[in-house]
Nanobody
Framework: VQLQALEGGSVQAGGSLRLLCSVS????????IGWARQVPGKERELVGG????????WYADSVKGRFAISRDNAKNTAYLQMNSLKPEDTAVYYC???????????????WGQGTQVTVSS
């Protein structure tokens, strides 16, 4: 399975952005989706994930209440809605999948290319 995070960009603090995760290639059964971010010189940070049906999700404390993950399996697309953005949210954002599961996951076996998000103060 191949993934690509799309539609990053620049926004002022307090603003919103919605990232897309396009999933393509041979998909076998179901998969959980996760989102992560990375700042140069720091470890990649998982920010949240959603199960196959989209009815269960989890979020890191740093984004809880501001970010929301959803998915449209018919379109093989997942979304990361980011509200009330802060300068510290600036990072490259990645989407990921854990294949062969319908459950919520905290680790992933397929990673896509990232997209830059820049939040200015």
């Amino acid at each position: 399975v191949q993934l690509q995070a799309l539609e990053g960009g620049s926004v002022q603090a307090g603003g919103s952005l919605r990232l897309l995760c396009s999933v393509s290639g041979r998909t076998v059964g179901s998969y959980a989706i996760g989102w992560a971010r990375q700042v140069p010189g720091k470890e990649r940070e998982l920010v949240g994930g959603v199960n196959w049906s989209g009815d269960t999700s989890w979020y890191a404390d740093s984004v809880k209440g501001r970010f929301a993950i959803s998915r449209d399996n018919a379109k093989n697309t997942a979304y990361l809605q980011m509200n009330s953005l802060k300068p510290e949210d600036t990072a490259v954002y990645y989407c990921a999948a854990r294949t062969g599961t319908t459950e919520l996951s905290y680790w992933y076996d397929s990673w896509g290319q990232g997209t830059q998000v820049t939040v200015s103060s």
